[in-house]
Structure formats: C-alpha cells, structure tokens
C-alpha cells in the first residue's frame, strides 16, 4: 500500500471516531452540569432569569403581605381610635352642656317655676313705712347674693331701670321674657328674676318679709322713677 493510501485511510478513521464523540461529549457535559456541577440553567440563561425573577417575586410578596397586613391594621386601629375619641369629646360636651345647665339653674321652664308665684299664694303683710325701711337696707345688702352684688349696684340713683318700669305690673319685661320664657311679670317676681340672675342666689321665701320688703321698696323706686320722667 502506498505511502498516500495510508494517510487517507488514516484520515477518514479520525473523521468518523470526531463524528462520534462530540455527540457523546455534549451529552456528558450537559449532564455533568445537571448533577454534579450546578442547575441546568447554567447552560439555559433565560430559564435561569425566568426562574431568579420567579423567586424573588415570591420573596416580595411573601416579605410584602406581612407588612401591608401590619400597615393595614394599624391604620384601621388609628381611624377606630380616631372616632372613639371624636365620640367621647361628643359625649363628653353633651355631659358638660347638661350638667352647666343643671348647675345654672336648668331650662328656662325651671328656671320660670324659681321665680313664678306659687299657688295659694299670700305675700307677707306688715307695716308698709316698716316694709319700705327694711326694704331699702336690703336694696344695698351685698350678702343677699353669692356675687358681691346688691340691689343698688345695677340701680343706683335710679339707674339700669328700662322704660317699662313706668308700666303697671303685671307687665313684659326683656329679662323675664329671654332669660325665664315668662311673658307678664308681676313686681315681686321681678324681685326673685333679680335675684337668681343677677346675683346668683337662691328666690326669697315666698311668705318671707325680706321679699314683702324688697317688693315694697321696689314699689317706691318706681313711683320715683315715673315723676322724674
């Protein structure tokens, strides 16, 4: 055999053994890196992104619910506190309103029954110069109220009468209609408005001769009032 049929020979042999193990060598090696050197995504890039997206997708959501579910509850705790306490100032301020309202002597309709001649009534009789005296010492007494205030202090000289002080009682007086809802005031009820709005106290007894006297006195400053006008 020639020198050329040698090489030739040689030449294809070494063409079909190249033929056969690449083959098997890509085999060996994409199995090899399945098992033994790592994941098959190593050969496969964009399974391997899809499958590290995937994960950390399921790692945001799993590290997310936890900390909206906690946001959540506490905003819902925060609007619940929220109203409660809205509601308590509103119960709160009914409770204050009620309570300065019992305090100052309740609605108007309480406050009309202090100063509105009771049934039966019969006023203190006496001596009408005697009344009169003993009704100017109280005009001026501070301690028939609880505010330091006395008769003269709003009625000094005449003064702080309104121009319906010159009308025969019973009439309308401003401070009776507004403050006690009572549409015609009698002179001794004018007294006992006196003295549980501007002086804070308790009326005077109905039969007592401390308002026998006032009512008396009061008559006086009227009378009074009329011929200087």
Same mark, same amino acid.
């Given at each position: 055999m020639s020198t050329n049929d040698k090489r030739k020979r040689l030449l294809s042999k070494l063409s079909r053994n190249l033929m056969v193990s690449v083959p098997v060598?890509?085999?060996?090696?994409?199995?090899?890196?399945?098992?033994?050197?790592?994941?098959?995504?190593?050969?496969?890039?964009?399974?391997?992104?899809?499958?590290?997206?995937a994960e950390a997708s399921g790692e945001g959501e799993a590290e997310g619910y936890p900390e909206g579910e906690a946001e959540g509850k506490a905003e819902g705790e925060a609007e619940a506190e929220a109203e409660g306490e809205a509601e308590g100032e509103a119960e709160g301020e009914a409770e204050g309103e009620a309570e300065g309202e019992a305090e100052g002597g309740g609605s108007k309709a309480k406050r009309r029954e202090l100063v509105s001649r009771p049934d039966n009534y019969q006023p203190y009789q006496g001596n009408v110069a005697d009344l009169r005296e003993k009704g100017k010492q109280l005009f001026n007494d501070k301690n028939l109220s609880s505010n330091g205030l006395a008769c003269a202090t709003c009625h000094v000289n005449? =003064?702080?009468?309104?121009?319906?002080?010159? $009308?025969?009682?019973?009439? @309308?007086? +401003?401070?009776?209609?507004?403050?006690?809802? %009572?549409?015609?005031?009698?002179?001794?009820?004018?007294?006992?408005?006196?003295?549980? =709005?501007?002086?804070?106290?308790?009326?005077? $007894?109905?039969?007592?001769? @401390?308002? +026998?006297?006032?009512?008396?006195?009061?008559? %006086?400053?009227?009378?009074?009032?009329?011929?200087?006008?």
């Open positions: 060598m890509s085999v060996v090696a994409v199995t090899g890196f399945n098992t033994g050197l790592g994941p098959a995504s190593g050969w496969i890039p964009e399974a391997a992104a899809a499958q590290g997206e005449g =003064a702080g009468y309104n121009a319906t002080f010159t $009308e025969e009682y019973p009439h @309308e007086v +401003a401070m009776g209609k507004r403050d006690f809802g %009572m549409d015609m005031v009698y002179l001794d009820e004018m007294v006992q408005i006196c003295m549980v =709005a501007p002086m804070a106290t308790e009326p005077l $007894e109905w039969s007592s001769e @401390e308002l +026998a006297a006032l009512t008396e006195y009061a008559r %006086m400053q009227q009378q009074e009032y009329i011929d200087d006008r």
